[in-house]
């Protein structure tokens, strides 16, 4: 069974970046499909990007592109997400999941705050 | 991009209650579409995939079903530990996108 271990909580500034790290553990990363999702406060989910498998490629939602990459560290199993130029609508919990069955998530870490201050 | 709207928003229901909630695409998502729980300060989980495939280790009175643009998730009889969130996501398209969520609080 995969478990996901992700980093700690982030205070950031805006206009700086923020590099969220997400440990997997029961698989090599190699074999999973890993997703980046957010959750703003009090309101709902929102899908950043994620490994492709049918095309070999990492996709990212076109509202994040130019901004957001996703990379892996196979020696570790350590999946990370960095989001540059921070804005306070960023401030967001962070959350890795695993794509499964057609691209629903299971299973995912336990979330990274993320909060963008000035 | 696939907008899935959930109906209603939030509801107010009693243990044993059978409760029924809404989820609706934008365009034809074939049976694409997965619900999830999410308790406060949790992450989300899994519940059913596929429209109306339960994942292992959920309850039976979690059931899916739909096709196309209209999708339904029913608890048939609401357990204490089914108050929470849930939301639909559908996984047709790039980005994937989800609903708004629906709230089942305690009457």
């Known amino acids: 069974q995969v478990q996901l271990v992700q980093s700690g909580a982030e205070v950031k500034k805006p206009g700086t970046s923020v590099k969220v790290s997400c440990k997997a553990s029961g698989n090599s990363l190699t074999e999973l499909s890993m997703h980046w999702l957010r959750q703003a406060p009090g309101k709902g989910l929102e899908w950043m990007g994620g490994f492709d498998p049918e095309h070999g490629d990492t996709i990212y939602a076109q509202k994040f592109q130019g901004r957001v990459t996703m990379t892996e560290d196979t020696s570790t199993d350590t999946a990370y997400m960095e989001l540059t130029r921070l804005r306070s609508d960023d401030t967001a919990v962070y959350y890795c999941?695993?794509?499964?069955?057609?691209?629903?998530?299971?299973?995912w870490g336990l979330g990274t705050l993320v909060t963008v201050s000035s | 991009d696939i907008q899935m709207t959930q109906s209603p928003s939030s509801l107010s229901a009693s243990v044993g209650d059978r409760v029924t909630i809404t989820c609706r695409a934008s365009q034809s998502i074939s049976m694409y579409l997965n619900w999830y729980q999410q308790k406060p300060g949790k992450a989300p989980k899994l519940l059913i995939y596929?429209?109306?495939i339960l994942q292992s280790g959920v309850p039976s009175r979690f059931t899916g079903s739909g096709s196309g643009t209209d999708f339904t998730l029913t608890i048939s009889s609401l357990q204490p530990e089914d108050f929470a969130t849930y939301y639909c996501q559908q996984s047709h398209n790039s980005p994937l996108t989800f609903g708004g969520g629906t709230k089942v609080e305690i009457k």
């Open positions: 999941a695993i794509a499964v069955k057609r691209r629903c998530f299971d299973p």
């Open positions: 596929a429209a109306s």
